[in-house]
Nanobody, 123 residues
């Protein structure tokens, strides 16, 4: 059973940066496609970014492209999301996810989920 634990969320002013981390049990990071999703109050969970197992191809939602960077450390078994130039509309609970399929924006393609970490961006 893969376990994922997110950290790094918090309160930041618009234009600031945060770095989210996801610690995984076993070898989940190196053996799965990994993704970040987010869910704002009253909205559906949406795709943010994903990275494949190897060679590490990435995909980003248009709303975060050029501002967010997803990366993976297979040795430390961690997934990261560097978030720059944050906007109030980035406010949400951010979830780390792992799945055995290829890169996907669909949350149904991910089997394992963390508990989420809150990111709040003030204007």
């Amino acid at each position: 059973q893969v376990q994922l634990v997110e950290s790094g969320g918090g309160l930041v002013q618009a234009g600031g940066s945060l770095r989210l981390s996801c610690a995984a049990s076993e070898r989940a990071i190196s053996s799965n496609t990994m993704g970040w999703f987010r869910q704002a109050p009253g909205k559906e969970r949406e795709f943010v970014a994903a990275i494949t197992r190897s060679p590490g191809s990435t995909d980003y939602a248009d709303s975060v492209k050029g501002r967010f960077i997803i990366s993976r450390d297979n040795v430390k078994n961690t997934l990261s999301l560097q978030m720059n130039s944050l906007k109030p509309e980035d406010t949400a609970v951010y979830y780390c996810a792992a799945g055995p399929f290829g890169i996907s924006r669909l949350n149904t393609r991910y089997n394992y989920w963390g508990q989420g970490t809150q990111v709040t961006v003030s204007s």
